[in-house]
């Protein structure tokens, strides 16, 4: 049965008297992947260079580490748990699937890190740069306390950044941090915003009774369809009313799908097509209110399905009004080049 090694074992084994200032290219694997005999938690690591080790799957939970730097290692499936980073860099370091549940970093250096699927509920992440982050999948905490994240190309900390007399681009938010940096480009907030017109779909509804339930089970049917579905089943944003959300997000849509059986959604469709010309396909299962003939007749882009009641139904129903949709958006690309090109 294996023993766990320690890291005062891996000094005495590698002839190192005290914390060493340079690592190199150490293996910190044990026999197994999915059984690494290396326990390297509670350890407290001060000015530290690490150069490209293989450590998958350590456990370093409860270390301190103080003015540590991370070269291009491999930390996938690491164990980090509720430990202390400051001052730390971790350059083009492979953070795979691992763990910081409960940790803190202040005045670090995150550059073009791979936190793919990593559990990053961090009790505090400060002053520390998040640019060009891999960040799929990454799990987050709403109680984390995340301030003064930079966006910008540096290989410095923010300290340095501060001292050097300028105030960086920052966000308060890791998984925001690459669309803010798309939004800060002028070229790049362009394309960005062209790929949601060409994908995003909103999704109206009443919440209610098993309304926002069939509205989950469209966000799939479009997701699996390559859309991007958005529902507002988040909090209003401080700055904006309910109207005006809406509004936001039909201007970053391609086509609005509506539920007529949400009582907020005649108003939200009103003030949606009073602003944009948008294809819009609204569904019902008992009579239309009265005025949707309104709307009809001011947005020539308007699909109109009667449905069952039943998800099944709906599903059946829905992609050849998409196919007409889809045509319709066409067509108002067509009318905008002619116009504007």
Known sequence: ??????????????????????????SWVGFTKGNNSYNFSGINLTGVDINRAFAEGLNMQNAVLKNVNFEEGDFSRANFNNSKFINCKFNKTILTDAFFNGSTFHNCNLNRVNLTNADFCVKEITETVVYGISAWDLKTSEISIQSKLVIEKTYGLYSEIIAEGRIPLMVDNIELAQFIYYLSNHKKLRDTINILNNRGVLLLGKFKDGGLERLYKLRDWFSDQNYLPMIFDFDRPSSLDYTETIVTLSGLSKLVVADLSGNSVPQELHAILTNFVKPVIVYHDKVAYSMLKDLKRKNTYFHDIKFDGTAKNLLTLLPSKLKEAEKDFKNIIMDLAKEYD
Do not use: C, F, R
């Open 1 to 26: 049965m294996e023993t766990n090694i320690t890291w005062n074992d891996w000094l005495s084994a590698n002839g190192e008297v005290g914390n060493p200032s340079y690592i190199n290219q150490p």
